[in-house]
């Protein structure tokens, strides 16, 4: 078996934003890696991720001036998600998760999640993380979490929005799309992934986007600000449907390793609105994440 590569570390000076996030501010996509002597990354994994455990994420929020997070299991942990099931029960209640499934988990399985405080179920599409999931398989997974309430998180290269449109508007259930569908700012508004996706966002109340990975998708660079205009854009759709995040620690970046302080300062350039922010940054993931407090 072929070494998975090792991926970039995070940015280790984290500067403290010029933006004050509202009370109650949540962070709806990041992870949490290792320590991989405790909480051991899969073998058939695609990358090895430097450890970013929960200790350095929640000095991260200190910085950051937030205080609620959505973990999003990556595919290193594999099906194995007691690394985020540790951190949320550490959480006082500030933290829910995403979990990573197959179709070995039954119906008790995800109830246990539940209760642990897991709320959705993701699926990665993109080809450098395996390409496209057994399909069957994501139907009857989704058939499981159904009855809880769940969503399924849907991590899309932006040429999937075309081809999988159909199955998307048909899906029974929320679903998110992350990182804006990672569509590249290079080929601007206009390209027909991002239309389909705005088009999606606008006139299926299942669909969630993440305003998030902004550094995935900017053709210019740090501070990422070309990211803005297509944040805007799907706010401007759904604005009772977007979630924002950090995606730290920012697994797989090829190119810039942003400084999350400058992430949170797009903030406001997105959603200049203080009622807007805060529908997107609390009411919004309070409401899809069940957050007890």
Not at 211 to 221: D, F
Request: a negative charge; proline letters at 10%; hydrophobic letters at 40%.
């Amino acid at each position: 078996m072929a070494i998975a590569p090792t991926c970039k570390a995070p940015d280790p000076d984290t500067r403290v934003p010029e933006y004050r996030a509202p009370p109650g501010a949540c962070d709806a996509h990041c992870h949490i890696f290792g320590p991989a002597e405790r909480y051991p990354y899969a073998p058939e994994r695609t990358y090895t991720p430097p450890d970013a455990p929960l200790s350095r994420f929640m000095a991260l929020q200190a910085t950051l001036g937030l205080t609620r997070a959505v973990l999003v299991n990556a595919s290193c942990h594999g099906r194995d998600n007691t690394v985020i099931a540790d951190a949320i029960a550490q959480s006082q209640g500030q933290y829910r998760g995403v979990a990573n499934a197959d179709e070995r988990f039954s119906e008790r399985d995800f109830e246990n999640l539940h209760r642990q405080g897991f709320r959705g179920v993701r699926f990665n599409f993109v080809k450098h993380l395996g390409g496209m999931p057994d399909m069957d398989e994501f139907e009857r997974v989704l058939a499981r979490i159904a009855p809880l309430g769940w969503h399924v998180d849907l991590h899309f290269d932006a040429a999937d929005l075309l081809e999988f449109d159909r199955m998307l508007r048909a899906l029974p259930l929320p679903f998110i799309i992350d990182h804006m569908g990672r569509v590249p700012t290079a080929n601007g508004l206009e390209q027909p992934p991002f239309r389909q996706l705005l088009e999606l966002a606008r006139g299926n109340q299942n669909c969630w986007v993440k305003i998030s990975g902004s550094e995935r998708v900017s053709s210019a660079g740090p501070p990422f600000t070309d990211a803005v205009p297509f944040a805007q854009a799907l706010i401007a759709v759904a604005p009772e449907r977007i979630l924002w995040g950090t995606d730290w620690p920012h697994p797989n970046i090829a190119r810039h390793m942003p400084n999350d302080g400058d992430l949170v300062d797009l903030i406001p350039l997105m959603m200049p609105d203080a009622s807007l922010q805060r529908r997107i940054l609390v009411d919004n993931p309070h409401r899809l994440y069940q957050f007890a407090t």
